[in-house]
């Protein structure tokens, strides 16, 4: 059975572009989480998904926002990019709310 | 709110040595699950260990057993007979039942194994 698989791996990018990150869930599962990870703040969450419908949301300006498909693919996607933009960010799946989470390898973003 | 404290930034064990790692977490719902997720260098978030807050029994998986205290809201980890492998970032989570459905991380503990 595949893992969580996050695209990009890493990515550089400058102040102001915009930024697409993509995690395929583990095959059934319907809910989709998504975390930052900073040396300074830690694993904070960003936002939830499960069938197509954002659950939840994490204290995160308006600039961050997130979407998911029919097949349970998730996209996050960062406007405006700020130089605190950059961190590990982490995908998290599971079968059902409040069940154990599975994550992916992450996408380690890079604002210069 | 929900927090969760993670007392010890860092912490080293010799090989083979029992370590315990420390988790107190403040919520003031009944149902929840606690975790402990090891991440090592690679960077991805493994699970160790789940503990169903209504269960009395505490888990174990392998080596690694917790000790869950839940009116001291107390949740620490134990690893036995500890191997180089286990060198990682553990970071202490929990998860309300229904709700608000998010892992509330505390900061994590760097655990090194020393050979």
């Known amino acids: 059975k595949a893992g969580v698989t996050q695209t990009p791996r890493y990515l550089i990018k400058t102040r102001g572009q915009q930024v697409t990150l993509s995690c395929s869930p583990i095959?059934?599962?319907?809910?989709v989480s998504w975390y930052q990870q900073t040396p300074g703040q830690g694993l904070q969450f960003l936002f939830e998904?499960?069938?197509?419908?954002?659950?939840n949301k994490g204290n995160f300006p308006g600039r961050f926002s997130g979407r998911q498909f029919s097949n349970s693919r998730s996209e996050m996607n960062v406007s405006t990019l700020e130089l605190g933009d950059s961190a590990l960010y982490l995908c998290?799946?599971?079968?059902?709310?409040?069940?154990?989470?599975?994550f992916g390898q992450g996408t380690r973003l890079t604002v210069v | 709110a929900q927090t969760v404290t993670q007392s010890q930034p860092e912490m080293s064990v010799q090989e083979a040595e029992t370590v315990t790692l420390s988790c107190t977490y403040d919520t003031s719902e009944n149902n929840y699950y606690l975790f402990w997720y090891k991440q090592p260098p690679s960077r991805q978030m493994i699970l160790v260990i789940r503990?169903?807050?209504?269960?009395?029994q505490n888990a174990t998986e392998n080596r690694f057993s917790v000790n869950f205290q839940k009116a001291a809201k107390s949740f620490s980890l134990k690893i036995s007979d500890s191997q180089l492998g286990d060198t990682a970032m553990y970071f202490c989570?929990?998860?309300?039942?229904?709700?608000?459905?998010?892992?509330?991380f505390g900061t994590g503990t760097r655990l090194t194994i020393i050979p």
């Open positions: 989570a929990f998860i309300v039942n229904f709700g608000n459905e998010k892992l509330t």
């Open positions: 998290a799946s599971s079968l059902e709310v409040a069940t154990e989470a599975f």
């Open positions: 503990q169903e807050a209504y269960k009395q």
């Open positions: 095959s059934g599962h319907r809910s």
């Open positions: 998904y499960f069938s197509e419908t954002q659950r």
